[in-house]
């Protein structure tokens, strides 16, 4: 899930406006008004760099660290200051407003993702919020854009029998827990299969060789359920016709080549689908809304949509702008 244009700031100028901003200001063609000792062509004096820390008593201000800044999260505070102001425009044009009740709900949603305990929820979000640089302003602009985007495809939400059955399979379904290796090609998936046949344990070829973020965790996923959408079919596929125990064969997925492990197989609840159907409907209605909404920011903020000129910046910026 896991971004409206408001001004970015253009540097562009031309004769016209400077003259009519002239004129505006009474000094195009005016008197002068009296004086007051000083020459009314000086400029302000450009007020000091704001500070934002101390360091051993020196100040450290916002322009020293202006690049850095730009590029570790530049991109992504533009591409959300983008969002939200196209947003709010759709909004507007659309007649919807967002309230305190709306902002709310929205925080209540993703606490209820994170874990069924309150206490533990607020405990992740906070880890999730600081992990994420979500202070009191982005973290407020976070709710209103999800809040928005729900309003904005609610009446495009249709929830299938596929997207039911998937839903309940996701909480009640067996699972599997698996380990795999993510490798470019399938001669890098020889590779490590040799290494694997030699005795190589299976987490530390995927610490070494894998290209996956579970790298760190030596290949291990979350259980992984057969109707879990979150997941290629390629793959939940090639995780449940594994055999428990023994490495798969290489699959290739999403032009990569995978090796999976599956260590076990976690039973399901037993509870049917008529017995789950409200739970089933909201999680599917959720899991839909989340695909609806990345694709509409998606298409607010296209890949073109913005274009860097600070060459801090473009670090920052997601690959392909």
Not at 99 to 109: M, P
Not at 217 to 228: I, K, N, T
Request: charged share 30%; proline share 8%; glycine share 6%.
């Amino acid at each position: 899930m896991s971004i409206p244009p408001a001004p970015l700031g253009s540097r562009i100028a031309t004769v016209f406006p400077v003259l009519l901003v002239l004129s505006l200001l009474g000094i195009c063609g005016c008197d002068a008004p009296p004086s007051t000792g000083a020459s009314r062509y000086d400029v302000p004096a450009t007020p000091p760099p704001r500070p934002i820390a101390l360091v051993d008593r020196e100040r450290v201000t916002i322009a020293e660290i202006e690049p850095q800044l730009l590029e570790a999260v530049g991109g992504r505070i533009v591409r959300e200051r983008v969002l939200d102001a196209r947003l709010a425009r759709t909004a507007a044009r659309a007649g919807i407003e967002i309230d305190a009740d709306d902002l709310q709900r929205e925080r209540d949603v993703l606490t209820a993702t994170l874990a069924e305990d309150p206490d533990r929820a607020e405990r992740l979000l906070d880890e999730l919020r600081r992990n994420r640089g979500l202070g009191p302003i982005r973290f407020e602009a976070l709710l209103r854009r999800t809040a928005l985007l729900r309003r904005l495809v609610a009446e495009e939400v249709e929830i299938t029998d596929a997207a039911l059955e998937g839903a309940h399979d996701l909480a009640h379904g067996p699972r599997r827990v698996a380990r795999i290796v993510v490798v470019e090609d399938l001669r890098a998936a020889s590779d490590a299969r040799r290494r694997l046949d030699a005795g190589t344990p299976f987490a530390t070829v995927a610490v070494e060789r894998s290209l996956d973020a579970s790298a760190d965790r030596g290949g291990l996923l979350a259980p992984v359920s057969r109707l879990d959408p979150s997941w290629p079919i390629a793959f939940r596929n090639a995780v449940f016709d594994a055999e428990i125990g023994r490495v798969s064969e290489p699959v290739r997925i999403d032009g990569r080549t995978l090796l999976v492990l599956v260590e076990e197989e976690r039973p399901g609840t037993g509870v049917t689908l008529d017995a789950g159907r409200e739970e089933a409907e909201a999680a599917a209605r959720l899991a839909i809304e989340r695909l609806l909404m990345d694709r509409l920011a998606r298409r607010m903020v296209p890949a073109d949509a913005i274009d860097p000129i600070d060459p801090s910046l473009r670090w920052s910026m997601p690959r392909g702008e």
